[in-house]
């Protein structure tokens, strides 16, 4: 039974203990909001914390170059990873299969506990996969025990004390997803760090949960100038242009909404204010509580675009001090100045150019509307609510006229 091997497994924190401490967090993804090339923006787990008998959903958010594809695979891992061996699991299927026949042995047992299989850590491909709860509660409860009294045992008195995995296994435990992402001529390793419940203890969270983008003009003196090209804006007045609480225009899932390149606008990510839950922060080391009073969550926002400028690529939401709204907005423009003869640089003069602003000597135009396929611009808004949960959405742009 998985189970049965799994509690064998226990006894794997002493034997790989040099692995566990050599192995931390890896640093968050840069925060490079221009995106030209493959590139893994975020991953999601869905739920976040798993419960005994669920399914996570594992989805990505990536991007790739025009004519090209991406292939997944993804992996997890019972032990956080380092981003100094790539994300690699300490321990090889391999290993494990070894040291469970060597504890059957001693159990009087060889031969009757059957082999992990080869893809034990393996999770298949595609750009979304499901995980489902390795074992019961009880069984990761007492895995994560084993490997915490291993670890302190061996680093009593030591500087890697505090790189325990966990500190307390009621709270759940910390497990690593791997994801490889290719493309023709490139690799993206990335990870996850999701949590399994031990138990009725272990503090639950969802994700946020990103529900649109939102786009106004910068600037009411630029009405004029886009209303004569952009229907969204024509369908607006001079009082709700003025207004900087009102104009916003929906963005689109199926379909890019029109802007002009050289003047800026503003965009904002639209979160379900539910998905701001209240939680129970741990007390700091050395305070005399064990937990802090509950609070709202802090919500990361981070805008990432295939194309153009971004004046903000982060915000922060804390509660009583802005708004959701306020947090995410920032603002777009794609750079345009008609004096330069060839404003992009592509080889095309910009009378002749179907996408002056942006580089494109091919002049791809897959829909024969005049506008080059290097126009349609891409725009990713990702939200961390800083307890493992995340959520993100894309969204494009068509530079229609500059």
Known sequence: MLNERLRVICILGAISMGAILSSGCGPDFAPYWRVKKLRVLAIQADPVVLDGGEVAKLRALAHHAPDDSIDYAWEWCPFRVSTSDNYECPVTVEQLNAIIQQQAAKDGAEGSVPELPPDFFSLGSGKEVDFAYPATPEVINGFCEAILSAIT????????????PVKNCEEGFDISIRLVATSSDDEIISRKRMKLSTGPKTPKNLNPDVTGVEIKLAKPAHFDQARAALPWVD???QAEVDNPSAGWHPIAEDEPTPILAGIPFLVRSVVDPASVEIWTPPAPDGSDKTELDPEPEVFIFRWFVSDGDVDQASGLYVDDKNTLLDASET???????????????????????NCAPLNNPDQRDSNGDGIGDACDIYIWSV??????????????????GW
């Open 331 to 353: 603002e777009f423009v794609v750079p345009y100045n008609a004096s330069q003869s060839d404003y992009d640089g592509d080889g095309v003069s910009n009378g002749a150019d």
């Open 153 to 164: 045992d061996a680093a009593e008195d030591s500087p890697f004390a505090d790189q325990l």
């Open 235 to 237: 369908a607006l007045t």
């Open 383 to 400: 939200v961390r609510d800083g307890r493992l949960g995340q959520d993100f959405i894309e969204r494009q742009v068509r530079v229609v």
